[in-house]
């Protein structure tokens, strides 16, 4: 089995994708990138910019070869879409789909925009959509929808992956956050090796307050019972997010690392240092509108 991770936030924008191949397949999960709109009163940095380009890059490379496509649910940093700003990965830029069998999230439980993102990328590939919840085919299964974050929150369900090859299990859990003890069970009764997950989103923890201390005990027992568990995501929107990675990392014997790290990278977490980034390269007036209209490029800041 091979792993691996084309974008996510430390290296620099929102993304949670990756692929993995076994024997005769590659599958492409969640090949979706995108940059907060605003934090801290700014919107993305040019350098945050050209990072999610290079993340868009590799996975429109990732296609080519790929014979599934996995989307966990329909938010911007997920999937492939009409795109709502320039910094995502509009369907229209996508290769050829010829021979790849996609796997979706299922219509239920999920807000008015996800569905009609849905219904936008169905009519792009020319067919309805599967619901893959629950489904096992050669070597892959598919979770029932689990919480987007904290149960009964109103934040809508999400679909795990999990991927088998020999004695190696790979479970891709999407943006679970660790939020929720039952997920994590589902998880864990799948005996995985490997886990690739979204942490708590720290940064919101004035309105999820949960996301430090149920979280880590969420997290500290997924540590505990497999190989190596990378964490990322939600949880690398802020500095605070690695210091509390690494002090579950002291904590256990396994690898617990970020996506970064797991690819032999140093981590790049750039929208959580977006304030320093203006300070320290400060960002000429209408940058972003002629960004938008292709009238300037990011030469100087890849």
């Not at 489904?135 to 050669?138: C, Y």
């Not at 972003?288 to 209209?293: D, P, S, T, W």
């Given at each position: 089995m091979q792993i691996e991770i084309l974008g996510c936030e430390s290296f620099g924008a929102r993304s949670l994708a990756c692929t993995?191949?076994?024997?005769?397949k590659k599958i492409l999960i969640d090949p979706g990138v995108a940059l907060a709109r605003l934090r801290y009163g700014l919107p993305p940095h040019p350098v945050e910019v050209a990072a999610a380009l290079k993340i868009r890059k590799k996975i429109l490379a990732a296609f080519e070869g790929a014979t599934d496509v996995v989307i966990s649910h329909y938010h911007g940093d997920h999937m492939p879409m009409k795109a709502e700003d320039p910094y995502q990965l509009p369907a229209e830029a996508l290769p050829s789909l010829e021979g790849i069998r996609f796997w979706c999230k299922g219509p239920k439980n999920i807000s008015g925009l996800s569905a009609r993102r849905r219904k936008e990328l169905s009519h792009f590939l020319g067919y309805p959509l599967p619901a893959s919840e629950g489904?096992?085919?050669?070597g892959i299964s598919f979770s029932s929808p689990v919480p987007h974050g904290t149960r009964d929150k109103g934040f809508g369900t999400v679909m795990m992956t999990r991927i088998c090859e020999g004695n190696d299990v790979f479970v891709h859990s999407s943006d679970i956050q660790l939020l929720d003890r039952e997920a994590v069970l589902e998880v864990l009764a799948w005996k995985p090796t490997i886990v690739f997950a979204s942490g708590p989103p720290l940064y919101l923890s004035h309105h999820v307050p949960e996301a430090s201390k149920e979280a880590f005990e969420n997290a500290l027992l997924l540590a505990q019972n497999v190989?190596?568990?990378?964490?990322?995501?939600?949880?690398?929107?802020?500095?605070?997010?690695?210091?509390w990675l690494k002090k579950l990392a002291g904590k256990v014997e396994n690898t617990v690392l970020c996506a970064a790290e797991f690819m032999g990278k140093k981590p790049e977490l750039l929208e959580a240092r977006r304030k320093i980034l203006y300070e320290k390269?400060?960002?000429?007036?209408?940058?972003?509108?002629?960004?938008?209209?292709?009238?300037?490029?990011l030469d100087e800041y890849l």
């Open positions: 993995v191949k076994t024997g005769d489904i096992s085919s050669s190989d190596t568990l990378i964490l990322d995501h939600h949880l690398l929107r802020s500095l605070e997010g690695y210091r390269f400060p960002v000429p007036r209408g940058w972003h509108e002629a960004y938008a209209k292709g009238e300037t490029g």
